[in-house]
Nanobody, 127 residues
Framework: QVQLVESGGGLVQAGGSLRLSCAAS????????MGWYRQAPGKQRELVAS???????DYVDSVKGRVTISRDNAKKGVYLEMNSLKLEDTAVYYC?????????????????????WGQGTQVTVSS
C-alpha cells in the first residue's frame, strides 16, 4: 500500500509564510508528477503547483512569484513553500502523487501506475 502524509498547515496572518510537506511511504518503485491541490469552501479543487521527477515545475497564475514547489526523490517527498499569503489562499491543501509504481514482496509483483492523494491539511489565512 502507498500512503501520502501531509503536514505543515495552520493559521497564519496575511503576508505570512507556511511550508507544507508531504511524504510518500510504501514499497514505491517510482513516482511521476507530484503536486499540491487546494479546495476552498464552495469551490472546486484546483491545482496549485506541480513538479516532475526531473524537477520541472508549473504553477497556477494566482500563486506565481509567491509559492515554490520542491521535491526530494530520495525521500519521496514534495514540499510547498508559500510566502506573502493572502486571504484567498485559505483552503484545504492536498498532496497528489501521480504515476506511482510499487511492488508487493511476497510474491513479488510490480503494480501501477496509480494516483494517490493525501488526507489534506488546512491552511487558514487571517486578516
Amino acid at each position: 500500500q502507498v500512503q501520502l502524509v501531509e503536514s505543515g498547515g495552520g493559521l497564519v496572518q496575511a503576508g505570512g509564510s507556511l511550508r507544507l510537506s508531504c511524504a510518500a511511504s510504501g514499497n514505491i518503485l517510482s513516482i511521476g508528477v507530484m503536486g499540491w491541490y487546494r479546495q476552498a469552501p464552495g469551490k472546486q479543487r484546483e491545482l496549485v503547483a506541480s513538479i516532475t521527477s526531473g524537477g520541472t515545475t508549473d504553477y497556477v497564475d494566482s500563486v506565481k512569484g509567491r509559492v515554490t514547489i520542491s521535491r526530494d526523490n530520495a525521500k519521496k517527498g514534495v514540499y510547498l513553500e508559500m510566502n506573502s499569503l493572502k486571504l484567498e489562499d485559505t483552503a484545504v491543501y492536498y498532496c497528489n502523487a501521480g504515476g506511482v509504481k510499487y511492488f508487493t514482496p511476497f510474491p513479488y509483483s510490480e503494480r501501477g501506475p496509480y494516483d494517490y492523494w493525501g488526507q489534506g491539511t488546512q491552511v487558514t489565512v487571517s486578516s
